[in-house]
């Protein structure tokens, strides 16, 4: 089974800061796709990032990267620079080869003018 | 359309009663997706369907739960004798097939409330 475990209900951040979001995961297979989306109070969720499993380099975009670290099963997200605008509930997910996406429990991010 | 859509965007029900939520994906995607996200929970996975295959419905709680996509476009989730606790957000997605690195288009959701 494929779990996605997130252990941060809530982060809270200064405005201009940095911060990193955690996401543990477990899977038996070795090709999957990690993805972080961005859930605002529209509900309406937005992808943020994706990183394929067999890819070392860490994915980027923009003020957003991640730290994947395969043999720890982690894909922690940083966000640089923060903006009002960034906050949001986070949801890392995980997907295997035309498997269903499981997601995390999701992280709550405030971030403090 | 430019989204996928989602109707209606708040429900309010009484236990026991019927109620259908439809989701009308972006023109095009084969795979749609229903999940269920409780008050401050994540997100819980319902059913998926791809193109004309069999649809996956192992994430359906109970038989009161029910799903179709005709024409390979919109879909309705149908949700029998309404219980409290299926108050939730009710979430459709829709990508264009289901491959490992498709990104998913979410809809806004629908607010179900049992009263």
């Known amino acids: 089974a494929q779990t996605v475990t997130q252990s941060q209900p809530e982060m809270s951040v200064q405005e201009a800061e940095t911060v990193t979001l955690s996401c543990t995961y477990d899977t038996s297979e070795s090709d999957y796709y990690l993805f972080w989306y961005k859930q605002p109070p529209s509900r309406q969720m937005i992808l943020v990032i994706r990183q394929e499993a067999y890819k070392q380099q860490n994915a980027t975009e923009n003020r957003f990267s991640v730290n994947f670290q395969k043999a720890a099963k982690s894909f922690s997200l940083k966000i640089s620079d923060s903006q009002l605008g960034d906050a949001a509930m986070y949801f890392c997910?995980?997907?295997?080869?035309?498997?269903?996406?499981?997601f995390g429990p999701g992280t709550r991010l405030s971030v403090l003018p | 359309g430019a989204g996928v859509s989602q109707s209606p965007s708040n429900k309010v029900t009484e236990k026991g009663k019927d109620v259908e939520l439809r989701c009308d994906p972006i023109?095009?995607?084969?795979?749609l997706y229903w999940y269920r996200q409780s008050l401050g929970q994540g997100l819980e996975f319902l059913i998926y369907f791809q193109g004309n295959s069999a649809p996956d419905k192992s994430g359906l709680p109970s038989d009161r739960f029910s799903a179709e996509r005709t024409g390979g476009s919109v879909s309705t989730l149908t949700i029998q004798r309404t219980q409290q606790e299926d108050s939730a957000v009710y979430l459709c997605?829709?990508?264009?097939?289901?491959?490992?690195?498709?990104?998913?288009?979410f809809g806004s959701g629908t607010q179900l409330s049992v009263l």
């Open positions: 997605a829709s990508s264009r097939r289901t491959a490992t690195n498709e990104k998913l288009f």
């Open positions: 023109s095009g995607h084969t795979a």
């Open positions: 997910a995980l997907n295997n080869y035309g498997q269903n996406f499981v």
